[in-house]
Nanobody, 127 residues
Framework: QVQLVESGGGLVQPGGSLTLSCAASGFTLDYYAIGWFRQAPGKEREGAACISVHNGKTHYADSVKGRFTISRDVPRNTVHLQMNNVKPEDTAVYYC????????????????????WGQGTQVTVSS
């Protein structure tokens, strides 16, 4: 059974850090790109970061560039999202998703192309 499971969400203070993980089961991530998306209440879903698991290339939304880092752990079939210097506007449900057919550049952040989605993990940035 194909499954993506996010973990690591929680409450963090502004300026703090949090690491999200996306673990895949039922398939190998090697030839997929993994994207992290987020959706805040009353807002549309937004792509935050994407990584090609095969070659490690990345693509970030302007809103997170320089603060978030996406990385892959191939042996563990997992992708991480390191979130630094978080802001209240980063508060959202974060989802990871996998896509098998994608252009070499830029990696997709629109979500439409993605094949599999996780259930999401809540991130709340508040003092």
């Amino acid at each position: 059974q194909v499954q993506l499971v996010e973990s690591g969400g929680g409450l963090v203070q502004p300026g703090g850090s949090l690491t999200l993980s996306c673990a895949a089961s039922g398939f190998t991530l090697d030839y997929y790109a993994i994207g992290w998306f987020r959706q805040a209440p009353g807002k549309e879903r937004e792509g935050a970061a994407c990584i090609s698991v095969h070659n490690g290339k990345t693509h970030y939304a302007d809103s997170v560039k320089g603060r978030f880092t996406i990385s892959r752990d191939v042996p563990r079939n997992t992708v991480h999202l390191q979130m630094n210097n978080v802001k209240p506007e980063d508060t959202a449900v974060y989802y990871c998703a996998a896509v098998s057919h994608y252009p070499p550049a830029p990696l997709p952040l629109t979500g439409r192309e993605y094949d599999y989605w996780g259930q999401g993990t809540q991130v709340t940035v508040s003092s």
